[in-house]
């Protein structure tokens, strides 16, 4: 006879809930590159966000990914709205993050270290959530762009205050504004001079009247957005709000949401304008230098996108593997598994020292010619590289759980999903390379930056000595064929990481110089020499719960 209450097994060998962790006393090498690249008097404020982050924001953002957007073209009377619906944790999730400064902390406190303090702002929040993460960077990264026209500085500031109001109302009516945007149409992908989208003249103070479509328009329940249309001179810049400035609807249409590999708690549409009203920013035919600096700050992004990502698999390897038994012992006390996870570790520190070296040069970029010149090839050379290695890194750390890292509930899969999105999105890798051949052809203060980067790290390590000198010969323009670029421009990459690690004196640097230079390194993740102390590094990665 059986009984109704049997139990059939008992469940043991489980790790306890990673939540609840504080994602910055975890986080050695970000504390350390915070203070490193000048954003340490915001400590504080960071240790505030990355405590919930790590509780709260990580348990509400199961549900934002789970109820998916869903898109309202009419409301029951048959009205067209246009609107998209979310699940109310997604919105408190936007809501803690552009409180704490995500999308505006660089332009609230004018100082400096800003631009680094609200990078560390944007990784903490990518570790958590990353789909709400596409709104709050063009939010951040457009303020720079709507400040050029003096007309848009109430957008601006709307923009850069730390409130989020996700009521459809003019923005006259609302506390804070988000702005998404509309580059890419069907006919031309990246190559936006492609564009068709019309924009016709309303009157001499800048007035347009937009005519066309857009492939991907970006989280459509923005309260603006910058497009690129044909003016009678040329491609230019627009902001196009979801109102009209008499307080009508505007006209373009939400055809329908983007069925997407990943990103699924935000949002990606098809729009089509038909006489939808628009202001310019800058003049006629300028608009991809207009847009270039939101683009610039938008790559960052994708770095520390993929940094965040990286980082979050890696802390839940970890996690894992430190409370997983098998074969007699725990998971992280097998050498084998010793060497992914540090292995894993190395690439996610460096990562993150070389998006934060980028966001350092941002924020000097005003006052520095030098660092604005770093900024503007590092970044591409950096969305190139940390973004491609996310893929698979994220799929390592899948590995690491076995068939657990593969079911929704263990956040893996989420991470893998996501991680694809940062290399396509904003430039393609081939678009990263050709920008840096191009700045490499054209401004020759790019090589200069780059060799003098190198130069501060010379002889720290003979692996990077050697890497050094062959970057030298290549450092020039015209010296690297089109069809070679990727591979130099990883090279760049490896070599750029390697120099911060060195010149920090980070406790990985000797082994990232030896395996990613210093060819004692395979093809895939795990493939570390024997006598690297990996417990050492596995410590300063993640150190164990209390």
Request: net charge neutral.
């Amino acid at each position: 006879m059986t009984g109704s209450n049997v139990e059939t097994h008992v469940v043991e060998n489980q790790p306890p809930e990673f939540a609840g962790r504080d994602l910055w006393a975890d986080d050695a090498p970000l504390r350390d590159a915070v203070e490193r690249e000048g954003g340490g008097a915001f400590a504080a404020h960071l240790q505030a966000y990355a405590q919930l982050a790590g509780g709260d924001l990580l348990q509400l953002s199961f549900d934002a990914h789970r109820d998916r957007p869903r898109l309202r073209t009419h409301d029951r009377f048959g009205h067209r709205i246009d609107v998209v619906e979310f699940h109310p944790h997604y919105h408190a999730v936007m809501e803690a993050a552009i409180g704490h400064g995500v999308a505006g902390f660089s332009w609230q406190h004018a100082q400096a270290g800003s631009h680094v303090a609200r990078a560390a702002l944007s990784y903490l929040h990518g570790q958590v959530e990353p789909g709400s993460s596409c709104p709050l960077t063009m939010t951040h990264a457009a303020v720079p762009v709507l400040r050029r026209a003096p007309s848009l500085q109430a957008w601006a500031q709307k923009a850069a205050t730390p409130a989020y109001d996700p009521r459809d109302l003019p923005t006259e009516h609302k506390r804070g504004a988000t702005i998404g945007m509309g580059m890419t149409e069907k006919q031309g992908g990246s190559d936006v001079r492609a564009n068709a989208t019309r924009a016709q003249p309303l009157s001499a103070t800048g007035e347009y009247a937009l005519t066309g479509h857009k492939w991907f328009f970006s989280a459509p329940m923005c309260d603006g957005f910058l497009v690129l249309a044909q003016a009678p001179a040329g491609l230019s810049c627009f902001l196009l709000p979801r109102w009209r400035p008499n307080g009508t609807r505007n006209a373009f249409r939400l055809m329908r949401l983007k069925d997407k590999l990943g990103d699924w708690s935000n949002a990606s549409s098809e729009v089509e304008f038909d006489g939808a009203w628009a202001h310019r920013i800058g003049d006629e035919g300028r608009g991809v230098a207009t847009i270039i600096e939101m683009v610039m700050l938008t790559r960052l992004d994708c770095m520390l996108g993929s940094s965040a990502l990286m980082r979050m698999a890696l802390a839940q390897a970890l996690h894992h593997a430190r409370h997983r038994r098998a074969f007699g012992k725990r998971l992280v006390e097998h050498a084998l598994m010793q060497n992914v996870l540090a292995d894993l570790a190395i690439e996610s520190e460096a990562a993150l020292a070389f998006s934060l070296r980028v966001a350092r040069a941002v924020d000097r970029a005003p006052v520095d010619p030098g660092e604005a010149a770093y900024a503007r090839i590092a970044t591409a050379i950096g969305k190139f590289f940390v973004c491609k290695r996310a893929p698979a890194f994220v799929n390592e750390a899948q590995e690491c759980l076995g068939g657990a890292g593969y079911v929704e509930e263990s956040l893996l899969p989420r991470l893998y999903r996501q991680a694809p999105l940062n290399s396509i999105w904003e430039g393609s890798g081939n678009i990263q390379c050709l920008d840096v051949l191009r700045a490499l052809a054209r401004e020759p203060e790019a090589a200069a930056v780059l060799l003098a980067e190198l130069q501060a790290a010379s002889g720290l390590h003979p692996a990077f000595d050697r890497e050094a000198a062959a970057l030298h010969e290549v450092l020039a323009p015209d010296a690297i064929d089109e069809a070679d670029a990727r591979r130099w421009v990883e090279r760049m990459a490896l070599a750029l990481q390697a120099a911060i690690l060195l010149r920090a004196g980070s406790p990985v640097a000797e082994v990232f110089c030896r395996s990613r230079l210093g060819g004692a390194h395979g093809l895939v993740f795990g493939t570390l020499p024997a006598d690297v102390p990996f417990a050492a590094v596995l410590e300063r990665a993640l150190p164990p719960a209390a």
